[in-house]
């Protein structure tokens, strides 16, 4: 699973990175400022059709008639197309969910994942929206973790390669498959400061605890 990840690449860089995958790229409405533990029902960008906007972390399918009940802001990948929550996001409404890194707990301490050691560098996580209640919304998918980081957490989000992420965003059948090997090999796993496990803490230093 995936509660808590972290977005310090903003502005032009986001918009340059987002260009890779998409002949011209826009952020009409801007893209927020960094950010170091952003969770469930808070703000995060998401890119579709070549559009940066802000979407509420947590999916709010067409029937929902309030906010209540947990956010859905994670999708089983193994389920995403059946389940009446997530279904008709995943054949109709796909995006990307950018992010530097995210934490996940083992044996009660935060660890921070990020790609080849290089925080500076975006991880794409496979992402689905929707817009109910009014509201722009969005979850991404988890699947069964894999080496080697199988030993952290028994789920993990689906990082889509630079090659899959024009077939995810085409509506391609996907379901239950994994983040890409070569891909994986590339992650590493260090210790996080402790405070963020509380959501108000969002600072630099959270990613960068003492070994």
């Not at 801007?30 to 952003?38: D, E, Q, V």
């Not at 894999?146 to 028994?154: K, R, S, V, Y």
């Not at 090999?185 to 402790?194: D, G, K, L, T």
Request: overall charge negative; charged content about 20%; some cysteine.
């Amino acid at each position: 699973m995936c509660g808590r990840f972290v977005l310090f690449t903003t502005a032009e860089a986001l918009i340059d990175a987002a260009g890779v995958h998409f002949a011209q790229v826009s952020a009409p409405q801007g893209t927020p400022g960094p950010r170091y533990n952003l969770a469930p029902t808070q703000v995060i960008p998401i890119l579709r059709e070549g559009v940066i906007e802000p979407a509420r972390w947590g999916l709010l399918p067409h029937w929902k008639k309030d906010e209540t009940g947990p956010p859905l802001f994670n999708a089983r990948s193994e389920t995403v197309a059946t389940k009446p929550s997530f279904r008709d996001a995943y054949r109709h409404h796909r995006c990307l969910i950018p992010m530097n890194g995210y934490y996940e707990w083992h044996e009660k301490k935060p660890q921070f994942v990020s790609l080849g050691g290089d925080d500076s560098e975006l991880m794409w996580a496979a992402g689905l929206y929707a817009t109910g209640l009014g509201k722009l919304s969005a979850t991404m998918l988890t699947t069964d973790s894999a080496p080697p980081i199988e030993w952290l957490h028994d789920r993990m989000p689906r990082f889509l390669s630079d090659e899959e992420i024009p077939a995810w965003l085409a509506g391609e059948d996907m379901a239950g498959s994994l983040t890409p090997p070569e891909l994986l090999s590339r992650f590493v796993v260090r210790p996080a400061a402790r405070e963020v496990g509380n959501v108000r803490n969002d600072y630099p230093e959270l990613i960068a605890a003492d070994q």
